[in-house]
């Protein structure tokens, strides 16, 4: 067989998993902060359903812990989740099923609405 066919079939029957970034909206129901788990810290979001079922449904991780986020943004989407929830307000998340905590998604950006 030639080198090009090798190549050519290689190319079409290679499988190559790749992240999903989703956009959601909803209210923030609950906010969990703790230590060495989900990030330090979580949300219950009511609009997340995971882009490609490789997360769990509703809970979607800030990474407070500064591993896909930094401490600082990490923080700052916690304050806009708290403000969310004390005033009943829609927040928009973009949520990467690539970057996890305990097999919870991780949110990149947030938008208050």
């Known amino acids: 067989m030639s080198s090009k066919l090798i190549f050519i079939l ?4 290679s499988t190559q ?3 999903a ?10 906010i969990l902060v703790t230590d060495n788990a989900y990030g330090d810290c979580i949300v219950l979001h009511s609009g997340f ?19 896909f986020n930094s401490k600082a943004t990490a923080s ?3 304050e806009m989740a708290q403000l969310s929830l004390a005033i009943s307000k829609n927040v928009t ?14 949110a990149t950006m947030a938008i208050l609405q």
């Open 17 to 19: 998993a790749s992240a």
């Open 49 to 67: 359903t995971s882009p490609t079922n490789s997360c769990p449904p509703n809970w979607v991780s800030f990474s407070c812990s500064g591993d």
């Open 21 to 30: 970034v989703d956009t959601v909206t909803g209210k923030v129901t609950n």
């Open 93 to 106: 998340l973009y949520v990467d099923d690539a970057k996890k905590h305990n097999g919870y998604c991780t």
């Open 76 to 78: 700052r989407f916690l």
């Open 10 to 13: 290689l190319v079409a029957f």
